[in-house]
């Protein structure tokens, strides 16, 4: 799970976005491979992950929209609590697991709304694609009309509580590495893993020279280390999160989640959705619902799905939910890409 909170700060170092017609020449020759399995990106709907909650997030857009309210009100009856008093704090509460990831979901459909309420149904209806980072996948695929908005809640609901109680098993942590290409990064993971009690590897691909790594907390705390005098990292970070998100050690979370996506209906997108798991736009019901559970121990491949979109003729994204870091991140992959936010 992409702890987005702990890099916001590095989001913040980003310029304005200003619009630019084209993307770097740089940025489309990376992604040609990805060619062989292009889709219409030129619209793209974006939605974050887990660690994109703030404390009030929501207050605002159900106050004086209807349609997000309501929202609000259906994830209430679903999860059995009142989700916008929780997402009010304590923030102790609201960051976790169980709690955040239903409560950015219900966000970030109520940011298709506020779209929707300020720039009409032609804005929603124009977007071509979606993809979403972790958690952001199930609201890219509600977005789709893959899966509806209450299994959605039922889901994310399912997905947090059972990631948090394989957390709960090992003493296990997250670091964000910072200035190091792909490789270096792995051979650092490699090399903590060999020389600790435990193993650490990718986790989350953000952008080139921003990854996060997951595993056992001796090997994170070694990885920390040697990053710095040993491979040339500029820095590395430990992330607040509960454990070692997207690897084997959320292993003990899948059968939950499997039977919680067998109990839903999921259909096959109107529009092509991105997997966090290959960087392919998703297939079928039963192959969505397999990547969807393969997902919490498999990496995110974000910078290569991102450039498969920047392959297939990606103009603009809307980043929908709390929070601004895929800008960030954005502009990390490819200076010119253009993402508006529409923050709750």
């Known amino acids: 799970m992409l702890p987005l909170r702990c890099l916001a700060a590095l989001a913040a170092t980003v310029p304005s976005l200003a619009f630019q017609p084209a993307l770097s020449t740089a940025a489309r020759r990376r992604a ?3 060619r062989a399995h292009a889709f219409d990106a030129k619209n793209m709907a974006l939605f974050p992950g887990q660690g994109a909650q703030y404390v009030g997030m929501g207050a605002e857009i159900a106050e004086e929209l209807p349609a997000a309210k309501a929202l609000f009100d259906t994830a209430s009856e679903i999860l059995g609590y009142d989700l916008l008093a929780t997402c009010a704090g304590p923030k102790e509460k609201l960051d976790t697991t169980a709690v955040s990831q239903p409560a950015i ?10 779209l929707r309420s300020e720039a009409g149904d032609a804005a929603v209806d124009g977007i071509t694609a979606a993809m979403g980072l ?20 039922r889901i994310t609901k399912v997905r947090g509580e059972a990631m948090q109680a ?10 964000s590495v910072i200035g190091l290409d792909e490789a270096k990064c792995t051979a650092l993971c490699e090399a903590a893993s060999a020389d600790s009690k435990g193993s650490v590897r990718m986790a989350n691909l953000l952008c080139k020279g921003n990854y996060a790594v997951s595993g056992d907390t001796d090997a994170c705390a070694k990885l920390m280390e040697i ?6 990292a500029r820095m590395t970070i430990k992330l607040a999160v509960a454990g070692a998100f997207h690897t084997d050690l959320m ?26 798991v290959n960087a392919l736009p998703h297939t079928d019901p039963a192959a969505i619902k397999a990547q969807l559970a393969k997902q919490v121990t498999a990496p995110v491949l974000w910078e290569k799905s991102f450039l498969s979109a920047i392959a297939s003729g990606y ?11 895929i800008a960030g991140i954005a502009k990390r992959i490819d200076k ?6 529409v923050s709750v």
């Open 134 to 153: 972790s958690l952001g996948e199930y609201s890219a695929l509600c977005f789709a009309g893959a899966l509806s908005f209450e299994d959605g809640v």
């Open 251 to 276: 292993a003990p979370a899948v059968g939950a989640l499997e039977a919680a996506l067998e109990a839903a209906d999921i259909s096959a997108p109107r529009i092509p959705v991105i997997s966090n």
């Open 336 to 341: 010119t890409a253009v993402v508006e936010a």
């Open 105 to 114: 979901f219900v966000a970030s459909m109520a940011a298709v709304e506020k």
């Open 166 to 175: 394989a957390a709960d098993l090992v003493d296990s942590s997250m670091v």
């Open 227 to 232: 990053a710095k005098p040993d491979f040339g």
């Open 32 to 34: 040609l491979s990805s």
């Open 315 to 325: 103009e603009i994204g809307y980043e929908l939910g709390p929070g601004k870091v």
